[in-house]
């Protein structure tokens, strides 16, 4: 992950203060009585999980994408979230649907595959199967920023809440067109502009959504022995932000009889939307209708 550190002291909450974006997250009716929740990234968006909602969609599932808990808010209310509320609207979408379908799935990308194994954890007879695109549980990929090593020491600081990463290119996609319509709206993009947050999510990352990560991480890794569900992990081979190893570590510790691992070699971190997301979608349905992985 390329950013630049950015302080904004002088910040005026007042100019922030703009409304919400709508709740645009997906719900798309399925015919074969299953059911799928799709789980986008820290300061994503559902747009994100967009193409795979569809393409699982037209396979029979039902997919949901909820929009994580104040994602689409104002900068200064994003950053005082914690990941409790990130898992709760995760919980909350499987509440509300679990009694409707026979079987119910659920998957993530970044942060959002996290979110998908601790739902897998808690309710451990309710999920079907996780699959975990691109996990983050340390920023370690050929992108990273050098000086990542030193967040640790803002954490516990007033410094928190007005530090902010702006990501640079490549953005985790590798394919030149869609990282050019990035590229042009995160040059324009300003702390206090919302304009199409919704379709790109944030191109300010505050430091304190790092620390929620981090506290996140250390919950989750003291849960994945637990984790029996199957467990399916594709990250590309030269993902930009987070590295194979973080779906090894995964792969190597949750107790899942069925667990695969799948790399990709044309992709780098937002496998959603870059150049293998049809061959994505498509290890992801083979995974959902209990097919074996292709050697």
Known sequence: MAVQFSLNLRFSKKRQDQGHLPDNGLELPGKNGDAVILIHGMTGTPHEMRFLANYLN?????????????????????????????????????????????????????????????????????????????????YDGWNAPWYRLFLPLAYNTPLKYFAYFKEESPYGIKNEAVRRKVHEFYCKAQLHNMEQVHQYGYPFFPVTLLYQLQRLVKHLKCRLHGIKAPVQLIQAQHDDMSSVRNSKFIYERVKSDRKELVLLHNSYHIITADQERSIVAQHIQRFLSGQPQLV
């Open 58 to 138: 037209r396979q029979g599932y039902a997919v949901f994408c909820p929009r994580l808990a104040n994602h689409g808010a104002p900068l200064h209310v994003l950053q005082k979230s914690k990941w409790e509320d990130f898992y709760q609207s995760v919980r909350a979408c499987y509440l509300k649907i679990r009694h409707q379908y026979k079987h119910v799935y659920t998957g993530g990308l970044s942060m959002g595959a996290l979110l998908a194994l601790l739902l897998a954890d808690e309710f451990k007879d309710g999920i079907q199967g996780v699959s975990c695109l691109s996990p983050t549980l340390f």
